[in-house]
């Protein structure tokens, strides 16, 4: 799905990618809902904005869609990785953070010139496999090690604050996914990532 807002950088397009789990899949019908898509993004540019939501996305399968995607998608300028957050307790934390970090230089390698940003994992109620104290602390790890590591390679995390009080209302009624107040706070945590994306290239209006 392409959403767009009517500003222009210069003569170019603004492409952004959002690539992750249920949480982005949802966080698109949300948007579309709402009708607030026209605002997404920095009032300095011309947007198209291409959600990628996976319900049940493995890390494991970050690399293959977005090398698949470019065969048909314009190249993203900006990329938004949500992810991670159904591989906790399923793999060894330093393996997931190993991997995590192996496939952000990948990614800068194919894409060099993509301002890259990390959503970074948000808190659940509960977690499937029931050990919701354990994971966590492991959720806060991931998080802590990917903000320090993404500079090393020209790009950052995003830490989604508002959405880390385990506030009921924010869920849904499994405890897991985002109700529709949790989507719109997740949106409007989209749009900040974009305008301090924009920023990041020095975007200016035309």
Not at 51 to 64: A, D, E, N, S
Not at 74 to 94: Q, S
């Amino acid at each position: 799905m392409v959403l767009s807002s009517n500003f222009v950088l210069g003569s170019s397009q603004l492409v952004v990618w959002i690539v992750g789990h249920s949480f982005v899949f949802w966080a698109e019908r949300r948007a579309a809902e709402r009708n607030y898509s026209q605002n997404m993004g920095s009032s300095s540019l011309f947007i198209s904005l291409f959600w990628l939501g996976f319900r049940g996305l493995r890390w494991k399968q970050i690399i293959p869609i977005i090398r698949g995607e470019l065969l048909s998608l314009p190249r993203p300028h900006v990329l938004i990785i949500h992810a991670g957050g159904n591989d906790l307790g399923k793999i060894k934390t330093l393996e997931l953070i190993e991997q995590m970090k192996s496939d952000f230089i990948k990614i800068k390698s194919f894409l060099p010139e993509v301002t890259l940003v990390f959503s970074e994992i948000i808190p659940r109620l509960i977690w499937k496999n029931d050990q919701s104290a354990f994971l966590e602390k492991i959720r806060r790890r991931v998080n802590r090690c990917i903000q320090k590591f993404l500079p090393t390679i020209r790009g950052w995390s995003f830490r989604h604050l508002e959405l880390e009080g385990f506030i009921r209302g924010l869920y849904r009624d499994d405890l897991i996914h985002l109700s529709d107040i949790g989507l719109d706070i997740f949106n409007s945590h989209i749009q900040d990532m974009i305008d301090m994306a924009v920023g990041s290239m020095g975007g200016l209006a035309a």
